[in-house]
């Protein structure tokens, strides 16, 4: 394998790893929202789910179309972007 293929797999699972972790924040905010029940704790509710459901269709979509490239390297690149953003609107929304 060459040394900048290998970066780059490196580098995305850095990646990786800090989605996760921003993702894991976003957990727990929504956790604590919808835990404490009520009409706030039923909306957060429905708005992951209704959000997941078209995070999921808008991948789908860009898989069919060809959106995400051509290497492996790049479509992971692509798809962590897509999430990342996702994560990023529900940590800022929450945390207001």
């Known amino acids: ?21 921003e993702a894991s924040q976003v957990i ?14 039923g909306h957060e509710t429905r ?3 209704a959000e997941k ?8 979509a860009a898989m069919m179309t060809g959106s995400l ?3 492996p ?4 690149r692509k798809v962590l972007s897509h999430y990342r953003r996702k994560v990023r609107a529900n940590q800022r929304r ?3």
């Open 53 to 60: 459901i078209a995070a999921s269709f808008e991948l789908q």
């Open 73 to 76: 390297v790049g479509a992971t």
């Open 69 to 71: 490239g051509t290497t």
């Open 28 to 41: 727990a905010m929504r956790t604590g929202k919808i835990a404490m029940g009520g009409d706030p704790g």
């Open 1 to 21: 394998m060459k040394k900048s293929t290998s970066n780059a797999w490196f580098n995305l699972g850095w990646d990786v790893w800090s989605l996760g972790f």
């Open 47 to 49: 708005l992951m789910v």
């Open 94 to 96: 929450l945390s207001a």
